[in-house]
Structures are given as structure tokens and as C-alpha cells.
């Protein structure tokens, strides 16, 4: 056995012939590809959560739909045959170097754990492979502009990058993404204090590099290179004094500039060559090749092109013999030959400083709108900033061992909100022992430092007017702040805050300036304990909510409820105790709704006042309306509460379209029904015009739009929930075929836009029972209906997304069926029929995956 192995096995070569390993020695062309990949944080500051986004329709908001454009297709990447069918997926996130900003992250590791996971799971498959130097950096918490900020701020957002960062990735980062790379001495300072070892910087950041000074040549000439001019395919270190310092990667200017404006990402061939262009030929030993842009470039602002990145990472790099890294591989290979020192204050995206930041300087400017509300925005967010600090530095003390260190380690709370975090956390930094309501002053003034954090988000600032949702948001963290400050201290600084406001010149007439807009976008917007319970009663009428129920950051404990229906009126009263899970502090309300019908609420909410009192209130609301009048009632409900009223209206706006939708369900079914008899009845009249190729009446065509529309969402429904019958199932599909031959005979667009999203969870369900737990007897039925399914979205012309299905299907085949059932004969735990292989792989036909190696 030994005698066969060694005559079978490559000769040794002699030690100097063998070709070192890229990845334990510097040598040849390495790439980095580094991907900024971040969303500014869009939760409303008051229910911790966000709200529906117009713009972002069909999604509900723009983190939904960018995800689905880019974070999730970039963690599937496909690899596509010539007949575009799926023959690899490949996890862009294990072979790019990235950062991905904590505000997103916390919101991704909600919104799809799937993707989340395969992050994280990218990250330590890259340590793994390049000698535990994983692809992902830390960022600045919430993308402030560092150089703008003050001493201790610097600090606290590097912190809390920091502590995210290693909470998620289970190690300590490396390098850090400084928000629009901005930097200044300042920022490198707090940097070094804190252990980043690098940062990433734009080749014009650059002012003067040099080679380090050694015993052989104590002072080399310094090179001037403010123009761009810097090496971009070397480290570089960057001296604070005698013995501090930080290195620093300059991507690649021009190349990054076309991957985000051009088309140098419309091949992985073109990408490869224009990334080719940049190696320099001077026989170095070894040379970095790296790039850098926005994430959301691969996928969202270009769509397709993470396919694009993927064939470039495991088919054109190499075949070039190219070694993908990331900085900090690269880094451990070949540490610094060479120091830069660093223009003054810079970033990557203002050719004038961070003037973008703070004035108008033109930089994200459009036509002839001006940004002279920067300057002003920013001194009246430093004039708060500087109001709360003594504030919660005298209120802390109270409180805290040390206010600043409780801050600082306050990210640990905000990553997990659970009552045995925060208790472990005051433990840990309270003084003293503290009561209920001190620890609810504690968590106040922490939340208000928080929002003073988040009120400086770089975007803010970034386009031309201060009225556009990215201001507003800023100037709702900032509201928020005053709040708490209120709240915990009783001092009043909104009037003052108001004034600075007012001189920040908005483009718009409307508004006129910032105070203005503060006045209209922000007040209007604030929520209190009231606005809370009294969406929690008008909800009510339409939720049968729990004793113990979650309302966005709130715990709604009912403690009472009854509700009464006489004709179209409907009265509830209630007690509810609404708790918060950011500061824990508590209220105890009464409320009562009465619903006219139709649009009309009339909720009324006071403190409760004792059970007495309570039991009074109810048994005289209920007597006013066992009256049958709408009016009585009111009138009622106003002695008891006063005129303090709230509407429809004040519902937050998640629930008020939920309401809106049932409320016109009744005058929609009535339509449809109407529509339907008016199509039935006209059906001859209808098809003689198409018959004579005549102009079929609106009124006509809409009475079949609507009807056939009504009908396929009907036969949708059924279809969801006959999933586990097969029989019923395979009739609902029947029906479904007949209506999207109906539609297409008479040439209407069926309007069914909640149709798409259902069948591809159908479809995605049906393929993973199959797959997982399917019956190998019923097989070949299963998969026809499955197919079955997929057909009927595209008759009904829904444009299925079939991306989900692929993914579980590509997988399945790959790490189950293949090496189970396809592979070297052996089927032992295979547990489909061999004859039955052929069905399986023409559902992955039906799927777009390519499945031609085992078919042949």
C-alpha cells in the first residue's frame, strides 16, 4: 500500500523550485474589491421602527427594497450558463473586503437572518482562507463626519463601531470605514487610541509620501502627490508622532470611479482587464490592485452586476493568476515600506474639505438650489449638543459611576434591549443602588446622548435641501433629544433650538426655512404615551389584541376591555398600561372609542384616575350609548375626558393603511359584485367588439378588469390555503388557468398586486416540502404541480421572482441530492428512486439551475 502511494505521487521538487503560496508570502498580483455597503438609519426615533416609504414602492421602504436588490443577491451571486440557466452561486461577501454599517446590520439581522448569517458565515470563511484576516472592517457607528465632530464624540461612535462590530463577528476588527472617508489629525488620533490598525482612504486624500526613513538612509526625499498622484498598489504609514502611527490603503481613484459611473462592471472580462491596466510593471515582488465604492453600486445602482463580481472572483482572478485578499491579509504580508502625511481635512466626496458637511460649498448641489441651510443646521445641532452635555454630565453623576464610560458602553444595551441586559448594564455602572424611577432617568438620559449621536448622520447634510427626508430625519433625532432633556433635567431649550433653526434657509416657499420645517415635518410627527394608546383603542376595533401585546417599542398590558356594537356604531373602553422597552418608563391609561362608521373616530384617552372613578366613566359611556346616539355619546366621552380628542388621522401610518383597507374591503366587495353582474351580463356585447375589431367601451373593458381581477384574488386565496390538499389544489390551479385565458381572449390586464408575493411563497414552500420532506411515491404528481404553479404566474403575467426558489433548489442539489444520489454510484442514503433522478433535475430545468452534468 505504502510502495504504490509513493510510486503514484509528484515528485518533490528541490526547495527553490517551488512556487510560494500567495497566501503565506507576498508575492504576484493580489485584488481587493472593498464594498461600503450602508443605509442611514430611517427608524422613527419614538416607535423605534420604520415606517412605510412611498418612494420605495413596491417595498415597503428603501432598506426592503435595496436588500432586494443588493445585500441579498450579492450574499446568492449567480454564475449563469449561456442559456442563462444557474451553474453557481457564489457569496460575494467571502470573497469582497467590506464593511457594512451597524445600523443596517441590526436591521438586516431582523429583516432576513438568512442573509445575515451568510455575512457573518463569509467573514469566517475568509479568516479561515487567508490566515485569519477576514474580509469585513469595522465602521463609525452612525456615519458621522468625524473631523466635525468633538473630542468625545470621536470616540464614542469608533467605540461603538468597534463593540458592534465584535458582538456580530466574534473578533476584534482590524480596520475601520471612516464615513465619506473624512479624516483629519484628530480623527487618526482617536483612531490609533482606540486599536485600528488601518483605514482606507481616496488617492486625493493623499499629500506627500516618502520611503520610511532607516539607519541606511535616515532622510529620503519626500514625493509630492496632492494631485492624485499617489502609488495606489502599496501600503502606507502614516506617523501621529515618534512612535504612533496608522497604515493606510489608497484604492485605486479611476477604476473606482468607473465601477460607480461607468460601465467598467458590464463584464467580469472587462472588470479583469480594467483592473489589469493598473499593475505596475516594475518587477515588484508583490502589488495590491484594490478598489472601492458604495456597496449598493453591485446590484442597486447597477443592477446584475454582483453575477459580474462573482465570475470575477473564483474564474477570471485566478485564471490570471491573481490572489483575492483583503487589506488586512495583505498587510500581514507586506507591512509598510513607505509614509504619507495626510492633506489637512478631506473625504472622498467633497473636492472642498467636509465643507459639504457644514457649508455650501456646491457639492451635491442641483440646478440653482443652494445649500445655505448647512451651515446653520450644523450650528444649531452643536448649540443642543453642547446645552445637553452638562446636562447629562450633572444628571449622570447622580446616577452613574462614570457618565462618559456608561455611555461609551452603551452599545451593548442598544444591540440587546432585554430587561436582563439593561439590568446587568445599570449594575454594572450605577453608584448606587437605584429605585424604579431613577433607572428610568438613567435610561433617559441615555437615550437622549443617543439621539444627540444620531442627529449628526452624515446625510443630513448630503443633498442640496434641508426639507428632504435625510434632514428631517436628522432634526427628529435632534426633537427627540430635547425631549428626553425635558424630561429627565425640566429644561425647556426647543424655543431656543427653533431660533437657530430659523436661520437656515430652506429652497422651498413652502417651508421658507428650517424652523419651519422643523414646525411642519418634525412637531407634527412627535409621539407620546397618548398618541400611543389611543392607536392602540381605534386598533382595537379591528385587532383582538392579547392581555400582553407588543406596540412597536411598547408593551401594551390591557387590564380592561369591552367593547359594544349597536347598527353602525361601535363603542370600546379600556384601560391599557403601555410600558417602554427603551427607557422602562410606564403609564397607566383609560381610553374610549366610539366609530360612527365609515371614517369616523372619535378616541378620547385620560390618566387613570382609580377604579372608582373608572368604573363611573365606563357605566356612563355605555349608558349614552345604549341610546342609539351618536351624539349623546360624544358628549359623554367629552365630560369624562375633556376635548382632547384623537382621529383617524392620528393613527401611526402602518396601522392607518391596515384600517384604510378594511374599512373600503365592504365598498370594494360591493363593487366587485357590481362589476361582476355588469361583466356577465355584457359578455356577448363585449366579445361582438372584439369580434369586429372595434374599440371596446371603458366602461365595458373596466367591468372586466375588475371582475377577473376579483376572481383570480379569490382563487389566489384558495389556493394558500389548500396547499396540504392536493386535490383542491390542483382545482384552484384549473381555475386560475381558465381566468388567465379568460383575460388574455379579451385582451385585459388583470390588477392583482398582492398575487405575486403569494405564489412565490407557495411555490417556495411547496419546492421546500418537497424537497425536504416530499413523499417519494407522489413524486412525479408533486413536481408537475409545483411546475404547474410556476405556469400559472406566468399566464397571469405576475412576473415571478423565482431568486428564493433557485437558492433552496441549487443548495438541495449540491449538498444533498448530488452527492446522496448522483455522485460515484453511491446510493445508500438516497432516499429517492434512481428513476426518479430525471424528475427531480427537470424541476431544477424548470427552475433556471443548470443541471446538464447530471442529465447527460
Not at 476584534?172 to 480623527?187: H, Q
Not at 515618534?242 to 458590464?266: H, K, Q, V, W
Not at 370594494?668 to 372584439?690: E, P, S
Amino acid at each position: 500500500m505504502t510502495s504504490q502511494t509513493q510510486s503514484t505521487a509528484t515528485p518533490l521538487l528541490p526547495t527553490s523550485a517551488i512556487a510560494p503560496n500567495p497566501v503565506l508570502t507576498a508575492t504576484g498580483i493580489y485584488i481587493t474589491v472593498h464594498g461600503h455597503f450602508y443605509q442611514p438609519p430611517r427608524e422613527n426615533p419614538y416607535l423605534n421602527t420604520i415606517e412605510r416609504q412611498a418612494g420605495a414602492y413596491p417595498f415597503h421602504d428603501w432598506n426592503e427594497r435595496i436588500h432586494h436588490e443588493c445585500y441579498r443577491p450579492n450574499a446568492f451571486a449567480r454564475i449563469l450558463n449561456n442559456r442563462g440557466e444557474v451553474m453557481g452561486m457564489v457569496n460575494n461577501y467571502e470573497y469582497m473586503s467590506f464593511n457594512i454599517g451597524p445600523t443596517l446590520m441590526s436591521w438586516l439581522e431582523i429583516y432576513d437572518f438568512e442573509v445575515y448569517q451568510q455575512i457573518i458565515e463569509a467573514d469566517r470563511k475568509s479568516c479561515d482562507r487567508l490566515n485569519g484576516h477576514g474580509n469585513a472592517i469595522a465602521q463609525v457607528y452612525n456615519h458621522i463626519i468625524l473631523p466635525l465632530a468633538n473630542p468625545r464624540d470621536k470616540h464614542t461612535q469608533i467605540r461603538w463601531g468597534k463593540e458592534d462590530f465584535r458582538s456580530r463577528f466574534g473578533r476584534s476588527p482590524e480596520g475601520m470605514w471612516l464615513a465619506e472617508t473624512a479624516v483629519d489629525a484628530a480623527t487618526l488620533d482617536a483612531l490609533v487610541a482606540e486599536g485600528i490598525r488601518f483605514i482606507i482612504l481616496a488617492p486625493s486624500q493623499a499629500d506627500r509620501c516618502r520611503l520610511i526613513p532607516t539607519e541606511d538612509a535616515p532622510e529620503p526625499k519626500w514625493h509630492e502627490v496632492g494631485g492624485c498622484q499617489i502609488d495606489p498598489t502599496r501600503p502606507y504609514r502614516c506617523f501621529i508622532n515618534e512612535t504612533d502611527y496608522i497604515d493606510i490603503f489608497f484604492y485605486d481613484g479611476p477604476i473606482s470611479r468607473d465601477m460607480g459611473f461607468n460601465d467598467a462592471l458590464c463584464s467580469s472580462d472587462s472588470f479583469a482587464n480594467r483592473l489589469g491596466l493598473a499593475v505596475r510593471g516594475d518587477r515588484r515582488q508583490s502589488q495590491l490592485i484594490s478598489v472601492a465604492t458604495d456597496g449598493e453600486t453591485f446590484g442597486h445602482h447597477k443592477n446584475g452586476t454582483e453575477k459580474c463580481l462573482a465570475y470575477a472572483f473564483i474564474q477570471e482572478f485566478p485564471a490570471r493568476g491573481w490572489t483575492v485578499t483583503n487589506y488586512a491579509h495583505y498587510l500581514s504580508l507586506c507591512p509598510p515600506t513607505w509614509e504619507v502625511k495626510l492633506k489637512p481635512v478631506t473625504a472622498w466626496s467633497c473636492s472642498h474639505g467636509v465643507a459639504r458637511w457644514e457649508d455650501n460649498c456646491g457639492c451635491g448641489g442641483g440646478g440653482t438650489w443652494h445649500q445655505q441651510w448647512r451651515r446653520p443646521l450644523r450650528a444649531a445641532l452643536d448649540w443642543l449638543r453642547d446645552r445637553l452635555i452638562p446636562i447629562y454630565d450633572e444628571a449622570g453623576q447622580q446616577f452613574f459611576l462614570d457618565p462618559w464610560q456608561a455611555r461609551d458602553q452603551y452599545i451593548q444595551v442598544i444591540r440587546d434591549r432585554s430587561a436582563q441586559t439593561i439590568d446587568q448594564f445599570l449594575t454594572r455602572h450605577q453608584c448606587r443602588q437605584l429605585t424604579p424611577s431613577e433607572q428610568i432617568d438613567a435610561l433617559r438620559l441615555l437615550e437622549m446622548q443617543r439621539h444627540a449621536l444620531l442627529m449628526y448622520t452624515s446625510c443630513g447634510w448630503f443633498f442640496e435641501e434641508i426639507s428632504r427626508p435625510e434632514g428631517v430625519q436628522v432634526l427628529r433625532y435632534a426633537a427627540r433629544a430635547l425631549e428626553l432633556a425635558g424630561e429627565v433635567a425640566g429644561v425647556q431649550l426647543e424655543k431656543e433650538f427653533i431660533a437657530h433653526l430659523a436661520t437656515a434657509p430652506s429652497n422651498l416657499d413652502h417651508y421658507g426655512n428650517g424652523a419651519e420645517v422643523y414646525r411642519q415635518l418634525v412637531v407634527s410627527a412627535q409621539v407620546g404615551f397618548k398618541q400611543v394608546a389611543a392607536h392602540y383603542a381605534i386598533s382595537s376595533l379591528f385587532t383582538n389584541y392579547a392581555k400582553q401585546q407588543r406596540v412597536y417599542c411598547y408593551d401594551a398590558h390591557q387590564l380592561d376591555y369591552q367593547r359594544q356594537q349597536m347598527g353602525t356604531l361601535t363603542l370600546a373602553v379600556g384601560q391599557v398600561r403601555l410600558v417602554s422597552e427603551i427607557t422602562w418608563e410606564s403609564l397607566h391609561l383609560v381610553f374610549a372609542v366610539l366609530h360612527l362608521g365609515g371614517w369616523d373616530f372619535h378616541c378620547c384617552i385620560q390618566a387613570f384616575a382609580g377604579r372608582r372613578t373608572y368604573s363611573e366613566l365606563k357605566e356612563a359611556l355605555f349608558a349614552a350609548f345604549n341610546q342609539a346616539s351618536a351624539a349623546q355619546t360624544i358628549l359623554a366621552m367629552t365630560q369624562a375626558f375633556g376635548d382632547c380628542t384623537f382621529s383617524l388621522e392620528h393613527l401611526f401610518a402602518e396601522e392607518r393603511h391596515r384600517v384604510v383597507q378594511q374599512l373600503a374591503d365592504k365598498t370594494r366587495k360591493r363593487l366587485d359584485q357590481l362589476y361582476t353582474q355588469i361583466y356577465r351580463d355584457n359578455y356577448g356585447v363585449l366579445m361582438a367588439f372584439h369580434r369586429e375589431e372595434l374599440p371596446v367601451p371603458q366602461e365595458l373593458q373596466v367591468a372586466a378588469e375588475v371582475a377577473l381581477s376579483h376572481r383570480c384574488s379569490a382563487m389566489i386565496s384558495q389556493l394558500e390555503r389548500a396547499l396540504e390538499t392536493p386535490t383542491k389544489l390542483d382545482h384552484y390551479l384549473a381555475e386560475l388557468e381558465a381566468i388567465a385565458a379568460e383575460a388574455k381572449h379579451i385582451r385585459c390586464q388583470l390588477q392583482v398586486p398582492q398575487a405575486k408575493k403569494t405564489l412565490e411563497q407557495l411555490i417556495l414552500r411547496l419546492l421546500w416540502w418537497l424537497l425536504k420532506n416530499g413523499n417519494p411515491e407522489t413524486l412525479d404528481e408533486d413536481v408537475a404541480r409545483l411546475c404547474r404553479m410556476i405556469d400559472v404566474g406566468h399566464l397571469l403575467g405576475l412576473g415571478l421572482s423565482l431568486d428564493q426558489a433557485q437558492e433552496v433548489y441549487f443548495t438541495c442539489l449540491h449538498h444533498e441530492i448530488a452527492p446522496a444520489c448522483l455522485l460515484d454510484g453511491n446510493t445508500n442514503g438516497c432516499r429517492w428512486h434512481q428513476s426518479q433522478m430525471c424528475v427531480l433535475l427537470k424541476l431544477g430545468e424548470k427552475l433556471a439551475v443548470d443541471v446538464s452534468p447530471w442529465l447527460k
